[in-house]
Structures are given as structure tokens and as C-alpha cells.
């Protein structure tokens, strides 16, 4: 996860996601909103969820469309995805039905 203050660019290390599996994505940051970074570059559109986190907000995951060979932003809310307790604590977990890659940027 990279923090990236204003008027700089942000260059976000993504990571690859095998399909059907969750992977854990750090968020290390305090409480703040973060932008999803998500590639794809498969030829057909592909379906991502962001788990909800297992603090008070989170409640309902969040499925989302990824347009074929593009690349997409998904602003989140920490408070409801990130998990603050357990295994995955400090991060936010995502599945993907398909390959793709993502990254997490904290843009202050």
C-alpha cells in the first residue's frame, strides 16, 4: 500500500489474483477513504468483490463490473471494508471470479 500526497503521482504495486481466491491487500493507513486500483486485461469483463471488514461498517460486500483490458479506480471507504480484528486485520480482502490485479493507494 502506498500513501501519496497531493500534486504527485501515485504508482501502486498490484498484486495478481488467482481465481476464486481471496486475497488479503494491505491497508496500513489510518481510517481514511482508499482508491482500488484494478487491471484487466483479460478480453471479456470481469466480476470483482470487496469483502465487507469485520468492523462495526461492515456489513454487505461490494460487487463490482471490471470492463475488459482496462484500467479501473474504485474509491472505498476504510471503515467499511478494511478488517481491524483476526487474520486479515489492517486489510481489505477481495475475490475475483477471473486473473486480475489490484492495488490499494492512499492519496492524502
Do not use: H, Y
Not at 474504485?74 to 475475483?96: A, H, P, Q, T, Y
Request: with cysteine; proline share 2%.
Amino acid at each position: 500500500m502506498m500513501l501519496t500526497m497531493r500534486n504527485e503521482i501515485a504508482t501502486p504495486a498490484l498484486t495478481a489474483l488467482t481465481a476464486n481466491t481471496a486475497k488479503a491487500l494491505e491497508w496500513s493507513e489510518s481510517d481514511e477513504k482508499m482508491v482500488l486500483v484494478v487491471q484487466n486485461t483479460a478480453s471479456a469483463d470481469a466480476t470483482l468483490t470487496v469483502k465487507a471488514g469485520n468492523g462495526i461498517q461492515g456489513v454487505v460486500d461490494l460487487t463490482l463490473t471490471v470492463p475488459k483490458q482496462a484500467v479501473s479506480l474504485v474509491k472505498l471507504d476504510s471503515g467499511r471494508f478494511k478488517n481491524v480484528s483476526g487474520e486479515n486485520k489492517g486489510k481489505i480482502v477481495v475475490v475475483s471470479a477471473t486473473a486480475l490485479s489490484c492495488g490499494v493507494v492512499a492519496m492524502v
